[in-house]
């Protein structure tokens, strides 16, 4: 049995928990992400749903984590099968999404990947908020831009700082290939350039795991740098450090 189809007001919770509902009977292996964590599996035991007036709350837990969101509402139903999309909000007022998955449905096989890339994504934000803390983040993307030469395996980021732009480009640490983050990087930053007309694009910034950074600093060296200033950072965890490639 398929989930129905349809589309559900964004603003209608009732709605939603209906959906969420219908979701969950239709599920033969139901996870919920959420953006930048790890799914957690969802069961009989692991999570509950409840509806008090017009407020319909969801909680989901494991041994580790304990989640709880107000659903507001369906942000997509229907469109792909075998997932469902929440419009949600945080203790403290804050938005944001949850996505229901079946990882049984076909069309979800790489969605443990996909979990993972958007965990990094995450993670390479607050990287750049705490190595750029003077730069507006415009522009944060973990998407395929196959017309652009764009791979979905390194996030890709613009900061902005007045007329200044900054290209920036991260590894996971469980990525394929942490050092081909400085080729997509040069084709982030080319594209930028050719994009952002009133933008003076100056740098790019490429962030790999601790331990394969010996690749990059030596590609790095020959480059030209005249044509743009490159940093380098490693990270490990929730840390990271610039590197001099010359070292």
């Not at 007036?53 to 909680?59: A, C, I, K, P, Y």
């Not at 229907?78 to 929440?86: D, I, Q, S």
Request: proline share 6%; net charge positive; hydrophobic share 40%.
């Amino acid at each position: 049995m398929q989930p129905a189809t349809g589309k559900a007001a964004c603003g209608d919770p009732h709605e939603a928990l209906l959906a969420i509902e219908r979701f969950l009977k239709a599920s033969r292996q139901p996870v919920l992400i959420d953006p930048g964590e790890d799914p957690i599996p969802v069961t009989a035991d692991t999570f509950a749903l409840s509806a008090r007036g017009n407020v319909v709350t969801l909680e989901s837990w494991t041994e580790s984590r304990n989640l709880v969101r107000r659903v507001l509402g369906i942000q997509q139903e229907g469109t792909r099968r075998g997932r469902l999309e929440l419009a949600v909000e945080r203790f403290g007022g804050k938005r944001g999404t949850l996505t229901l998955l079946d990882l049984a449905d076909p069309g979800n096989r790489d969605a443990d990947r996909r979990g993972a890339r958007l965990k990094y994504r995450e993670q390479f934000r607050r990287s750049l908020r705490r190595q750029f803390p003077d730069w507006r983040l415009v522009e944060l993307s973990a998407e395929a831009d196959l017309h652009h030469s764009l791979s979905p395996s390194y996030p890709r980021a613009l900061l902005r700082r007045g007329t200044a732009g900054l290209a920036a480009i991260g590894a996971p640490k469980d990525g394929a290939s942490p050092e081909g983050a400085l080729s997509f990087g040069l084709i982030w930053l080319d594209y930028l350039r050719q994009r952002e007309k009133r933008l003076h694009v100056e740098a790019l910034a490429i962030f790999v795991p601790v331990g394969t950074e010996s690749g990059v600093c030596h590609r790095v060296q020959y480059l030209n740098a005249e044509a743009a200033r490159y940093l380098v950072f490693v990270h490990e965890g929730a840390h990271e450090d610039v590197v001099e490639p010359r070292d």
